[in-house]
């Protein structure tokens, strides 16, 4: 357990000595922290209250509370802050040893992009270094689950060689997406393909927040600073859908889950999840479910004998 977290204080920020190519949990508590060696391995940051600054490729990210940045090994990364009051943060640091055994369990599906992903990935520049709130990841759950646990003086029992070797399966899985809407974007210049994306990034969190009163595309568009037009497009191309069926589809699975729970009829679960009237909800819903709404729950019964 000793050899995975430790606790980063005031007292200790600069003895303890932090080495690269392991994993390792860092859980740090301060008011100021300035270091110029950010990212001795891969990294994920997670803060947990305020904020801290990051300075990678000339580009300053700031991480607020609740969001976390990944980025791959990489020298001269700066990471700053001076607060009033404590700020509280997670490091976590994926070694190259773990990286290489969930990648050869990944690759055993013979996914001929996930083999070209595997040869870049974690290298400049195919790596995409992006700010994401945590509730938007496939990891959000563990490291909800270690805020806790570290909260509750419980993390010897969750950290484990296991845990890190999940971590990172889930954080590959997730950028192998970024890497497939990258490759997907139709410019020559791979920065500013990651601009793009990162602005798209930014309307789909705009988007997760508020599917449900959302009523034309271009407030979406309007949150990254892109056209309409561009927006519909680039967003096309990046996840294979256009923001309209990615709106839809989320306030169809809200309605599904409502129905399910009995939360309301369908005439007000229809009207909750912004759908012009109870017809345009129907025919939505039949088409993506193939049936009808009022009939959901009576064919998802479980049989009884």
Known sequence: MAGYFSLITEQ??????????????????????????????????????????????????KVNAGSLLLACKEPFVKAYFDSA????SICIDISPATVAEVFTVLTEKNDPDFDNYCNGYFKMPEFFEAVYPVSATLFGNALN????????NTVQYLVTREWFFNLAENIILQEYGNYLALNNLHSIRLETKKEILRRLHLAKQFMDEQFLFINEIKEA?????????????????????????????????????????????????????????????????????????????????????
Not at 25 to 31: A, D, I
Not at 145 to 152: D, K, P, R, V, Y
Request: charged residues 20%.
């Open 12 to 61: 200790n920020k600069l003895s303890l000595n932090k080495g690269g190519n392991r994993d390792a949990v860092y859980y740090s508590e301060l008011n100021e922290w300035f270091t110029g060696n950010a990212f001795r391995s891969f990294s994920l940051k997670f803060v947990v209250d305020k904020y801290i600054y990051y300075r990678l490729n000339k580009k300053e990210y």
């Open 85 to 88: 009051q404590t700020v509280k």
């Open 145 to 152: 689950e270690l805020t806790l646990a570290i909260n509750n």
């Open 221 to 305: 568009a309007q949150a990254c600073n892109m056209s309409e037009f561009h927006f519909s497009r680039s967003f096309k191309q990046a996840f294979g859908l256009t923001p309209y069926h990615y709106l839809l589809e989320k306030r169809l699975m809200l309605a599904k889950k409502m129905i399910e729970e009995g939360t309301g009829t369908i005439t007000t679960i229809a009207a909750h999840c912004n759908f012009a009237d109870i017809f345009t909800f129907s025919k939505a819903f039949k088409n993506k479910f193939h049936v009808a709404p009022s009939q959901w729950n009576t064919l998802n019964q479980p049989f009884v004998n």
